[in-house]
């Protein structure tokens, strides 16, 4: 992942989420940062993720 590098070592978290678009607008709103807009899996669900505005980096997830 091409992040990897300019973001060093980390750890993601993921939490289950009804709607990406919303969290991402929301973060926004509250001062975060998309990171990887949503990617679909089929057959399985979406993902996306955002660095929050202390600079956690944070994957949300939406099951198919």
């Known amino acids: 992942m091409r ?3 300019e973001w060093g070592t ?3 978290i993921y939490i289950e989420v009804e709607d990406l678009e919303a969290y991402l ?3 926004g709103e509250l001062g ?7 990617v679909t899996l089929p057959g399985q669900g979406s993902f996306a993720s955002l660095a ?3 600079g956690n980096i ?4 939406k099951s198919e």
Do not use: D
């Not at 975060?32 to 949503?38: A, D, I, Q, R």
């Open 25 to 27: 607008k929301k973060s």
């Open 32 to 38: 975060g940062k998309t990171l990887v807009p949503p």
């Open 58 to 61: 944070i994957g949300i997830w």
């Open 52 to 54: 929050a505005p202390e």
């Open 10 to 12: 980390y750890v993601t």
């Open 3 to 5: 992040f990897a590098a």
